[in-house]
């Protein structure tokens, strides 16, 4: 039988150094980013932090919420924490009407505000927009200008002026993301003020009086909500009615107003904020509801040649009907494009109707300028994104389009459901395990037991510098029920042991050399430990994909385990038998070494070859003779032949002496 060469010092040298390469990426992390070196506990092993929520319909759907919509909202949630790099939550209804979330350790202020948002988004034109904020200049702490009065005399709110919110890059059915450029160069204003202890930064609401002398413009002492004509589209001029002027000019963004922002009617205006507080705007009614989008991906902005520009971007999807809708506002907005003669600029370089707001939970979380007609529902937000930031933008985008709000009913600390006590249990049970097998191992292999137990102890360590790293990765988090995968992974690996053990034993019974009989036995055994494998991999991948919680957290571990126990057997176990089968002590069948050809029971090792030859079993009949000492035979089955070769040299004897006499 052919055989390729093996080379099983390179295998070792293969698994030493993507060890060592793990081991400095967790050390890296840890010294350089505070990464933790023990892998992160989850909810019911550390506690973390519970939410109730209660949801309410919007207010264009006041009607009755029904299981579905609780079914629906549970899976929104759901997805937003798994998609914020959070594992191993609970997400469950609490009676008929509330939500119960329940996230492990301590959840950073952005997945917390993530889990509250509402549901419900839209997509809105916008009318105007203004600074929420503005840079008030004092001289012996006395305001020198922009008073309420002065800033307001153009009728356009005081907020008409110099937020510029670029954002560059033109599209062909793109729209550019707008707002951060005006909130950093306010920023930085704002800190050279400060320094200089000239300035201060002040909301730009104005008082109720003052805002109803604006917006109250035919004098009557009544703020109509009703168009003074008939609007043509959302983004027609008409719907800046008294009432929503009104609402703007004395709409106060910043943090100390602590206000909560509820989301107008869909048929008309209102005055929104964005998230950072520091633009506000007045939106039209709802061109494109929310549940009309189909998906929101982050990504590298390309080019025509498929180059990546280094930019990051967020990528929308509508559906069928969304396409059509997002096509004629398209069409419209792009039409202010370039100028808007009834209109407002507020010095972004395009009108504020060539903008449209996508609104969450009440609050602006982005208004991109419209630079193209987009006619095929394939639209691309680009701008001053950072990885995150767009991430955190499509996730906003993707799990945010059911039509409920959530209030905050509790928000609390909670210990842990089942406690280190019994991780301390587990890690018991499976150190218990693990020398129960080692045992096992030793009684029924002898020698073998030492790759064994040096194979488990290196698919332990693998595993654990892969939980360790997925923790920091993805934000994985080890459950009880996932220690339990982990203790089960000793005995799949070990069944890969036995399976290519017996193998090899099968072949020494036959009468093949032990070198002959460890290629032997790895080449049929591999086969057998790859299909044995897939399909706890095969079982790992569907429980993972139909179970949630802790049923997630055992399938997930059990695959993440076999995956090592496959790296583990080729890279260390069969390289360490093909070593260790070079050496006296197993490569000559010592009683010890698990690999006795007289304790197994071994045939004949030599057989007849023809013409008057013997070879031993599974050598070529073309192969020439050796001495003794390389033919490849253990001490016992030398010892055999040898026994055999003087029972017939004596026999023979005897018939010659007898024809003598």
């Not at 305001?143 to 009728?155: E, H, N």
């Not at 907020?159 to 599209?171: D, F, I, N, W």
């Not at 000019?249 to 107008?264: H, I, N, P, Q």
Request: charged share 15%; aromatic share 6%; proline share 3%.
């Amino acid at each position: 039988m052919a055989s390729h060469k093996r080379r099983p010092v390179r295998a070792l040298v293969t698994l030493i150094v993507a060890i060592v390469a793990a081991c400095a990426a967790l050390a890296l992390g840890h010294f350089t980013k505070g990464v933790s070196p023990y892998p992160d506990l989850a909810l019911d092993l550390k506690g973390g932090t519970q939410l109730i929520l209660t949801p309410t319909v919007t207010a264009e759907g006041q009607r009755e919420i029904t299981d579905e919509d609780i079914t629906q909202a549970i899976s929104i949630i759901r997805n937003r924490i798994d998609a914020s790099g959070v594992s191993e939550s609970e997400i469950s209804s609490l009676g008929n009407s509330n939500i119960m979330v329940s996230i492990p350790g301590t959840p950073s202020q952005e997945q917390l505000d993530l889990i509250r948002a509402s549901s419900q988004m839209n997509f809105r034109p916008v009318l105007r927009m203004g600074l929420a904020q503005n840079l008030m200049p004092t001289a012996q702490g006395q305001t020198q200008i922009g008073t309420a009065d002065q800033t307001a005399q153009s009728g356009q709110a005081a907020q008409s002026g110099e937020a510029t919110q670029s954002g560059e890059a033109a599209q062909s059915g793109e729209a550019t993301q707008s707002g951060e450029a005006a909130q950093s160069a306010e920023a930085a204003q704002s800190a050279d003020a400060a320094q200089s202890g000239q300035s201060e930064v002040r909301s730009t609401a104005l008082d109720e009086a003052t805002a109803m002398s604006i917006a109250d413009k035919n004098g009557d002492g009544v703020l109509s909500d009703t168009p003074a004509s008939e609007p043509a589209n959302a983004s027609d001029m008409a719907w800046e009615t008294e009432q929503v002027q009104y609402d703007f000019l004395t709409l106060d963004c910043s943090a100390a107003a602590d206000v909560k922002r509820v989301e107008g009617p869909a048929d008309k205006p209102y005055a929104a904020c964005d998230d950072s507080g520091q633009i506000k705007y007045i939106l039209g009614p709802v061109a494109v509801p929310g549940s009309d989008l189909s998906s929101a991906t982050a990504g590298l902005v390309r080019t025509q040649t498929g180059g990546s520009t280094g930019q990051w971007s967020v990528s929308l999807q509508f559906n069928a009907a969304g396409s059509e809708k997002f096509k004629e506002t398209s069409t419209i907005l792009y039409g202010y494009h370039n100028s808007d003669p009834q209109g407002s600029t507020s010095g972004q370089g395009t009108p504020d109707r060539n903008h449209f707001a996508v609104v969450l939970d009440g609050t602006v979380i982005t208004a991109p300028s419209m630079n193209a007609i987009i006619p095929n529902g394939q639209a691309e937000i680009t701008g001053n994104f950072t990885a995150v930031s767009s991430r955190t933008l499509a996730n906003q985008l993707s799990f945010g389009s059911l039509p409920l709000n959530f209030e905050v009913e509790s928000e609390q600390q909670i210990s842990a459901t089942i406690g280190t006590d019994h991780l301390t249990v587990g890690l018991w049970a499976a150190l218990i395990g693990f020398l129960l097998v080692i045992l096992y191992l030793i009684w029924q292999y002898r020698g073998l037991a030492i790759i064994s137990a040096g194979s488990l102890i290196v698919a332990s360590i693998i595993t654990y510098l892969v939980i360790a790293l997925l923790s920091w990765w993805m934000g994985y988090r080890l459950s009880l029920a996932g220690v339990a995968g982990l203790i089960m992974a000793i005995g799949v690996t070990t069944d890969s042991f036995i399976v290519y053990f017996e193998r090899v034993r099968d072949e020494v019974r036959d009468g093949r050399p032990l070198r002959a009989a460890v290629e032997e036995g790895w080449d049929r055994a591999k086969r057998t430990i790859l299909v044995s494998d897939a399909v706890n991999l095969v079982a790992a991948v569907v429980l993972y994909l139909l179970a949630v919680g802790g049923v997630q957290g055992f399938a997930f571990t059990l695959g993440v385990t076999t995956v090592i126990d496959i790296a583990v057997i080729f890279l260390f176990t069969h390289p360490m038998m093909e070593l260790l089968i070079r050496t006296r002590f197993f490569g000559q069948g010592h009683k010890l070494s698990g690999l006795d050809p007289e304790h197994l029971g071994a045939k004949n090792a030599l057989v007849y070859a023809g013409r008057g030859r013997v070879v031993a079993r599974g050598e070529s009949t073309s192969a020439p003779n050796k001495d003794e000492a390389g033919d490849g035979m253990s001490i016992a089955e030398r010892r055999r032949a040898a026994r055999l070769a003087a029972q017939k040299s004596e026999a023979n004897a005897g018939v010659t002496e007898e024809g003598e006499n």
